[in-house]
C-alpha cells in the first residue's frame, strides 16, 4: 500500500473550516483514498473515501488533486466534537482489506 | 442501527490465565479483522477473516487465536496472556469490496 504523509497536528476553531492535509504522492491507479477518524481512545470512525473525483457525504468534503498525488479532508463547520485523529489512508478496495493507520493528524478544535 | 458490538469493553487480567474478546456484527459483513493499538505504534493488525471458516493473520499474530463459525462473530482468544499483551483492541467488519470499515468501541486489556 502506498504511504501517506500528515501533519501530526493541528489547530481550527470552532465554527470555521478546518482543511486536513494529505500526501500520497506513491498512491497506484487503483488505489482509493479514505479518511477516519478516531476520537479520544473510541473506535475509529469512517468518514469518506474517493478516487479521483471530489467527494462530500453530510460529514465532510475530500478534494483529490488531478495527479491524486495529495488529499484534502474539509471539515465546513468545525465543532468541539470533531476533535479527534484524523487517518488518510490509501489502499485498494478489495481482498485482504488491512487498513494501515500511519500515526493522522490530531485535529484541536477550540471554542 | 449497524454496529459492532465487542465484550468486555475492559478487562484485567493474570499471566496464563485463557480468555476471549467476543465481536459481532450485524450488517452481514464477510470481512472481519483485530487490530490492536499500542502508544507509538499506532493501529496494527492481529487476524482477518475473509468469511466463515477462513482465517488469516495479520502483522502481529503471535499469541493470539481466531475463529469464524458463524458470519456475525469473530472471537479474538488470548489462550496463555501476558503482559506484553496489555493493549487496546478493536474489532472491525466491511463488506469484502470497497466501502466503509465498521469499528467496535473497543475492549482495553491489561494483564498483570
Known amino acids: 500500500d502506498a504511504k501517506t504523509t500528515q501533519p501530526p497536528s493541528m489547530d481550527c476553531a470552532e465554527g470555521r473550516a478546518a482543511n486536513l492535509p494529505c500526501n500520497h504522492s506513491?498512491?497506484?491507479?487503483?488505489?482509493?483514498v479514505y479518511w477516519y477518524r478516531q476520537i479520544h481512545s473510541q473506535g475509529p470512525q469512517y468518514i469518506i473515501h474517493?478516487?479521483?473525483n471530489n467527494e462530500t457525504n453530510e460529514m465532510a468534503s475530500l478534494i483529490i488533486t488531478e495527479d491524486r498525488k495529495s488529499s484534502t479532508l474539509i471539515l465546513p463547520h468545525a465543532t468541539l466534537r470533531d476533535t479527534a485523529v484524523y487517518y488518510c489512508i490509501v489502499r485498494v478496495p478489495y481482498n485482504t482489506d488491512k487498513l494501515i493507520f500511519g500515526t493522522g493528524t490530531r485535529l484541536q478544535v477550540f471554542p | 442501527e449497524a454496529q459492532v458490538t465487542q465484550n468486555p469493553r475492559y478487562l484485567i487480567t493474570v499471566t496464563g490465565k485463557k480468555l476471549t474478546v467476543t465481536c459481532s456484527q450485524n450488517?452481514?459483513?464477510?470481512?472481519m479483522s483485530w487490530y490492536r493499538q499500542d502508544p507509538g505504534l499506532g493501529l496494527r493488525q492481529i487476524y482477518y477473516s475473509m468469511n466463515v471458516e477462513v482465517t488469516d493473520k495479520g502483522d502481529v499474530p503471535e499469541g493470539y487465536k481466531v475463529s469464524r463459525k458463524e458470519k456475525r462473530n469473530f472471537p479474538l482468544i488470548l489462550e496463555s496472556p501476558s503482559p506484553n499483551q496489555t493493549s487496546l483492541y478493536f474489532c472491525a467488519s466491511s463488506f469484502l469490496v470497497g466501502g466503509e470499515a465498521f469499528f467496535g468501541q473497543g475492549t482495553r486489556l491489561t494483564v498483570v
Open positions: 474517493g478516487l479521483k
Open positions: 450488517m452481514n459483513h464477510e470481512y
Open positions: 506513491t498512491i497506484s491507479g487503483n488505489e482509493y
